[in-house]
T-cell receptor
Framework: AQSVSQHNHHVILSEAASLELGCNYS??????LFWYVQYPGQHLQLLLK??????LVKGIKGFEAEFIKSKFSFNLRKPSVQWSDTAEYFC??????????FGTGTQLKVEL | DAGITQSPRHKVTETGTPVTLRCHQT?????MYWYRQDPGHGLRLIHY???????DKGEVSDGYSVSRSKTEDFLLTLESATSSQTSVYFC???????????FGPGTRLTVT
């Protein structure tokens, strides 16, 4: 079965620290990958997406992710986090169709 | 804002009662989805629709039914609510099968 794994369930960082959240997927063949963010009390918003081409994808708010096919990974990064980045982050994937499979999420808390 | 509204936004109901949640979109998107979000599980697909009167099951469809009689409305029905269906329900839309999904504001349902 297709699955998405996020191994960091809770991450606490100080402002200005660098961020890397792990995401691994198990899909054969074509895969489309996404990172969504959910701020407290809000709905999910798309941060970035990968369909094909350059494996380094840049998204909104200074986030980026790198698709490494050999490692089945799509890790999210940000060089310097801000307090306003406190949120829950979800990795998701679809195998070329329209059914998204989500990871269980990573709760990020950024302390001042 | 992808033009998605959900109603009601909050509901408390008793075990055994029927409940219908509504997702409404204003941008004529073909695909619509219902997810539930639970701590430790991320988002899980309940049902989705790929056109008027065309629906299919997701990974957690037991106890739920859906209907789509108009492009703009996708209804999720709990025929006989159970406490295990206490959750936050999100509707999502996408225009094409390979495109990113956009989410509504969510409905918080509590079954007592």
């Amino acid at each position: 079965a297709q699955s998405v794994s996020q191994h960091n369930h809770h991450v606490i960082l100080s402002e200005a620290a660098s961020l890397e959240l792990g995401c691994n997927y198990s899909y054969g063949g074509t895969v489309n990958l996404f990172w969504y963010v959910q701020y407290p009390g809000q709905h999910l918003q798309l941060l970035l997406k990968y369909f094909s081409g350059d494996p380094l994808v840049k998204g909104i708010k200074g986030f980026e992710a790198e698709f490494i096919k050999s490692k089945f990974s799509f890790n999210l990064r940000k060089p310097s986090v801000q307090w306003s980045d406190t949120a829950e982050y979800f990795c998701a994937a679809t195998g070329g169709g329209n059914k998204l499979t989500f990871g269980t999420g990573t709760q990020l808390k950024v302390e001042l | 804002d992808a033009g998605i509204t959900q109603s009601p936004r909050h509901k408390v109901t008793e075990t055994g009662t029927p409940v219908t949640l509504r997702c409404h979109q204003t941008e004529n998107h073909r695909y619509m989805y219902w997810y539930r979000q639970d701590p430790g599980h991320g988002l899980r697909l309940i049902h989705y629709s790929y056109g008027v009167k065309d629906t299919d099951k997701g990974e957690v469809s037991d106890g739920y039914s859906v209907s789509r009689s108009k492009t703009e409305d996708f209804l999720l029905t709990l025929e006989s609510a159970t406490s295990s269906q206490t959750s936050v329900y999100f509707c999502a839309i996408t225009q094409g099968a390979r495109e990113e999904q956009y989410f509504g504001p969510g409905t918080r349902l509590t079954v007592t």
